[in-house]
């Protein structure tokens, strides 16, 4: 396969690259490098678009995809099959076409992000409420609970779907109540395949070959990716460790997200303000 193409549909800040959807927000006068957005399993780009608007108005040209089986983006044969590694293609060929972008990823985009980052494809990387990879386990008692009760998708691959229970208990925890049938609504199935990868600890990243700067940001309330493991990321990579109090799962859409945002963005105006050769960190921040 060739380069991907980039094909501009101006319908509502709607862009396709080959046969995935990315959705962007583009300052009129752009100041500062573009920004990749990777959202996590049942979801898509839209639960970024705040943060789309927050970044678009401080100068940077923001972009979210829509990874494959979503509807309007690269098609599936068998939604349940795909794996890890098909996702990270998706977010590959826009980060192509980008060129090195500033990459944020949530949840199963942040196990993404780390694999991006693995392969040297961006200068700084975020990681919000980030799945872990290999050596980093995942499993609570509770997400254990859940795992058991979804038994089937995962261990036969097929397209796993969460209940209305289940996505409060664990991704909407702090969104008021009267928002989250909404938010359930917009969640779609997705891969069983990739979520037994992720449980598993199959997914590895060699951290000796990342070398971007990295920030680790995360809820103290998150029932889906324990606190814990943002602290063992942190370790993991040498990078600061933030995590907020009164905050979950959820981070990109939870009241006062805009704070973290903010903070975010101070942290990457940082680094573009330092030399490259010395972007990376090496000293974990809590």
């Known amino acids: 396969?060739?380069?991907?193409?980039?094909?501009?549909?101006?319908?509502?800040?709607?862009?396709?690259?080959?046969?995935?959807?990315?959705?962007?927000?583009?300052?009129d006068n752009p100041s500062r490098p573009p920004i990749l957005f990777i959202?996590?399993?049942l979801g898509g780009p839209w639960y970024f678009e705040g943060y789309q608007r927050y970044f678009a108005a401080r100068g940077y040209p923001s972009y979210a995809v829509s990874l494959r089986g979503r509807p309007g983006s690269r098609p599936v044969r068998?939604?349940?099959?795909?794996?890890?590694?098909?996702?990270?293609?998706?977010a590959l060929d826009v980060v192509r076409v980008l060129g090195r972008p500033i990459i944020v990823g949530h949840s199963m985009g942040g196990l993404?992000?780390?694999r991006l980052a693995e392969e040297d494809m961006s200068d700084i990387v975020v990681l919000l409420s980030s799945a872990p990879p290999g050596g980093i386990t995942l499993a609570t008692p509770r997400l254990v609970a859940k795992q058991i009760m979804n038994l089937g998708?995962?261990?036969?691959?097929?397209?796993?779907?969460?209940?209305?229970g289940d996505a409060d208990e664990l991704i909407f925890n702090r969104i008021p109540v009267d928002q989250r049938a909404g938010l359930r609504a917009a969640l779609v199935p997705d891969s069983g395949r990739a979520a037994r990868e992720i449980s598993l600890g199959t997914v590895r990243i060699d951290e000796g070959r990342v070398r971007c700067a990295m920030l680790v940001a995360a809820g103290l309330e998150d029932r889906f990716v324990a606190p814990r493991v943002a602290r063992q990321l942190a370790t993991k990579y040498g990078a600061p460790c933030w995590q907020y109090p009164r905050h979950a799962?959820?981070?990109?859409?939870?009241?006062g997200w805009e704070q973290i945002a903010e903070d975010v963005e101070a942290w990457i105006r940082r680094r573009l303000d330092q030399p490259a050769?010395?972007?990376?960190?090496t000293v974990p921040l809590t």
């Open 1 to 27: 396969m060739g380069r991907p193409r980039l094909i501009i549909s101006v319908v509502l800040q709607s862009l396709r690259i080959d046969d995935l959807a990315v959705t962007a927000e583009v300052p």
């Open 39 to 41: 959202h996590g399993i």
């Open 78 to 90: 068998d939604l349940g099959r795909v794996s890890l590694d098909e996702f990270v293609t998706d």
């Open 112 to 114: 993404i992000a780390q």
């Open 153 to 164: 998708p995962l261990l036969r691959s097929r397209p796993l779907s969460a209940t209305d």
């Open 249 to 255: 799962h959820f981070l990109p859409m939870e009241p």
């Open 277 to 281: 050769s010395s972007r990376a960190e």
